[in-house]
């Protein structure tokens, strides 16, 4: 699929029955998906399609919509606190040096975590380490796993 076609409803039911070519979808379960599926994000639900399929409870002879909508629930909730955080940052009004001792303050969360946590965290939240905002919404996940335990 070309990256500047728009994904819809309808290529992702496709790519459901190419992804699981033994699927033979009933009219209620069609009519499931399109009740379930139609109005969310198509793009986000492509790739939870995809990434259903790779997991092993993709491995059987159909898809599980509850499992798509639950990976999906889950992606949505990590790109709002991602979002969230990264609009705080950028909306905020720190100074350099604040900003510089959040920097390493986060440093020291990520430096102190084990790899488990590191691990957790990456894996409920979409994040991406590589930059300054990035640890330190690494840092405030791990933080906030650790109060929540």
Not at 13 to 30: K, P
Request: proline residues 2%; contains cysteine; charged residues 30%.
């Amino acid at each position: 699929m070309d990256s500047t076609d728009a994904i819809t409803y309808s290529k992702n039911y496709a790519v459901m029955r190419e992804l699981w070519t033994n699927w033979q979808a009933t009219d209620a379960t069609a009519a499931l998906f399109a009740e379930r599926c139609a109005e969310l994000n198509q793009r986000v639900l492509n790739d939870c399609i995809k990434r259903h399929r790779c997991e092993a409870s993709g491995q059987y002879n159909e898809p599980k919509i509850h499992r798509i909508l639950e990976m999906y629930g889950e992606t949505m909730r990590g790109m709002s606190v991602q979002r969230t955080f990264v609009a705080k940052i950028n909306d905020s009004d720190l100074t350099p040096e604040e900003i510089a001792e959040q920097d390493i303050d986060a440093e020291e969360i990520i430096a102190s975590a084990t790899a488990e946590e590191v691990k957790r965290a990456c894996s409920a939240y979409p994040i991406e380490a590589h930059t300054s905002v990035g640890k330190r919404l690494l840092a405030a996940a791990i933080r906030r796993m650790r109060r929540q335990q």
